[in-house]
């Protein structure tokens, strides 16, 4: 089974990993910034498809929290081209406007 854990030892930043079976397969890291947006700005996994999962867990805990707006800094290529596959961000744009529209779309 693969769980997502926030990692509370952390304190100025939010991170969450991927385990299975007690290994860490994957994490992404975020912060909140000072305009009212999360800021994603690390993403790693064994595997592309636990991007999904990874990120939806940030807008998840942002979007609890009152936060609709992501800002994804992240630089790899690669990484870009599968947060754009699944609907996180387009070719013209590294920010999710709103978390909301985005939850509300359902899975696609």
Known sequence: MITILRNTEIADKLVFNMEEDGR?????????????????????????????GLCRTVLAYANVRGIDRAVFEISDERQLYRLRGFGFITENSRVLESINEFFSRGCE
Request: net charge negative; hydrophobic share 30%.
């Open 24 to 52: 860490r397969i994957g994490g992404i890291t975020a912060k909140l910034s000072d305009s009212g947006d999360v800021i994603i700005s690390e993403l790693d996994s064994e595997q592309e498809l636990y991007y999904d």
